[in-house]
């Protein structure tokens, strides 16, 4: 069975940085895309940014130019580096894979707190 673990989160003031990591377990296959979302209190969950094939990377008007998401080469490890931080980044933080054809598998979610 494929899981995914993240971790990274924490409490970080406003300003600041930290950087997710998400890895999978359960198959040696390369998954097509990997994603990150987050989840406020009594908010929808929102997609943050995805890349495909290791390289291309899309990502949502609300984090570009303060998110970035990698991959680690050849490994089914993705990587979420945040910057400037604000309130508002405050969230449960979902890793997300998929295969070509399949259903999207989810993480069980890291919380990240911005607060002074």
């Known amino acids: 069975q494929v899981q995914l673990v993240e971790s990274g989160g924490g409490l970080v003031q406003p300003g600041g940085s930290l950087r997710l990591s998400c890895a999978a377990s359960g198959t040696v296959y390369p998954f097509y895309s990997m994603a990150w979302y987050r989840q406020a209190p009594g908010e929808q969950r929102e997609f943050l940014a995805r890349?495909?094939?290791?390289?291309?990377?899309t990502y949502a008007d609300s984090v570009k130019g303060r998110f970035a998401i990698s991959r680690e080469n050849g490994k089914n490890v993705v990587f979420l580096q945040m910057n400037s931080l604000k309130s508002e980044d405050t969230a449960v933080y979902y890793c997300?894979?998929?295969?070509?054809?399949?259903?999207?598998?989810w993480g069980q979610g890291t919380q990240v707190t911005v607060s002074s």
């Open positions: 997300s894979a998929r295969f070509r054809t399949g259903p999207e598998t």
């Open positions: 890349i495909v094939s290791g390289s291309i990377s």
